[in-house]
């Protein structure tokens, strides 16, 4: 069942990207030569702050916390990008909390990106799946979060990026009912591309 679940998930997301992909993909002439000079990879390495809205777990646990994540991205078009994000988070305290976070993003760049611009903002849809662990307690909480986040690349002395973003989420297990674990994040880091 929560194969299933995870599967039915991601699915939109994987769609929507292969469309994007079609549409801007140039199949011959002068637009495909330009195209084969675009760099099509990425990596974000990134540092996050995360606080809850309201705090989902029971006991002594910070409601925000920091975290490290990383991108892996796939240029589908000169103006989105198909990316898969992993990271961790930690919220402290007596019955701290340590989060696995991986998932998919689709980011569309408002924008036309151009080597001579130094900022580059961009809207970005994630679609993660958070396994959440605390002391003291037996299992894992697992969450599906959706997010919205806005962001630039910035191309000053550093390749940089910088995002604030919202995340809808429900935390469904560790033996409570279902609570609200949505959250606002800030990440800034580098992202480097070839």
């Given amino acids: 069942m929560n194969r299933a679940r995870t599967c039915l998930f991601f699915l939109p997301l994987v769609l929507a990207a292969r469309l994007v992909c079609a549409q801007g993909n140039p199949t011959s002439g002068p637009a ?3 195209a084969a000079e675009v760099k099509t990879r990425a990596l974000k390495l990134g540092l996050s702050a ?3 809205i309201s705090q989902p777990f029971t006991g002594d646990t910070s409601q925000a916390g920091p975290g490290v ?12 990008a198909l990316g898969i994000e992993g990271g961790y988070r ?9 989060e696995l976070v991986y998932g998919l993003v689709l980011k569309h760049y408002l924008l036309e990106p151009s080597p001579s611009a130094a900022v580059v903002p961009y809207l970005q849809y994630g679609l993660l799946q958070r396994i959440a662990r605390q002391r003291g307690r037996q299992g894992a909480a697992v ?4 997010g919205l986040m806005a962001g630039a690349d910035l191309y000053l002395l550093a390749p940089l990026f910088f995002e ?4 809808v989420s429900h935390l469904t297990s560790l033996g409570d009912d279902s609570r609200n674990a949505s959250y606002f994040e800030v990440v800034a880091g580098t992202r480097l591309s070839w």
């Fill in 90 to 98: 930690q919220f402290f305290g007596a019955d701290r909390i340590s």
């Fill in 164 to 167: 604030l973003a919202f995340h």
């Fill in 143 to 146: 969450m599906y979060d959706a």
């Fill in 32 to 34: 495909a030569l330009a």
């Fill in 50 to 52: 995360q606080i809850f």
């Fill in 69 to 80: 994540i990383g991108v892996y991205e796939f240029l589908l078009s000169p103006r989105s």
